[in-house]
């Protein structure tokens, strides 16, 4: 079993920068990670995965030049670094854990098992 939880969420100004962590309790290392965003009166968005070696990764068009996504095996530990940030980058932002047997990296919330409680970003103008 997998427990997830978020950190390094805050209130910034328009082009600050935050990182976000994902802490995980079990072992993550063997699967795709991914982070998604969720506004008020929206849907949860895809944001950005990694690959389970941690060489690949896939970003959404709105945050591509922008966000980072790694991951820290020794730790298990997963990181979003976001630049540049804007006030439509503004949600709650989940951590996830993708368990199945895929050979690419999914971005559907529904392909991912295990959630975080999520950590709020708040961009101002």
């Known amino acids: 079993q997998v427990q997830l939880v978020e950190t390094g969420g805050g209130l910034v100004q328009a082009g600050d920068s935050l990182r976000l962590s994902c802490a995980a309790s079990?072992?993550?290392?063997?699967?795709?990670m991914g982070w998604f965003r969720q506004a008020p009166g929206k849907e949860r968005d895809f944001v950005a995965a990694i690959s389970r070696n941690g060489y690949i990764t896939n970003y959404a068009d709105s945050v591509k030049g922008r966000f980072t996504i790694s991951r820290d095996n020794a730790k298990n530990t997963v990181y979003q670094q976001m630049n540049s940030l804007k006030p439509e980058d503004t949600a709650v932002y989940y951590c996830a854990t993708d368990t199945g047997n895929s050979v690419t990296i999914r971005v559907s919330p529904y392909s991912y098992d295990y959630w975080g409680q999520g950590t709020q970003v708040t961009v101002s103008s």
């Open positions: 079990g072992r993550t290392n063997g699967y795709v």
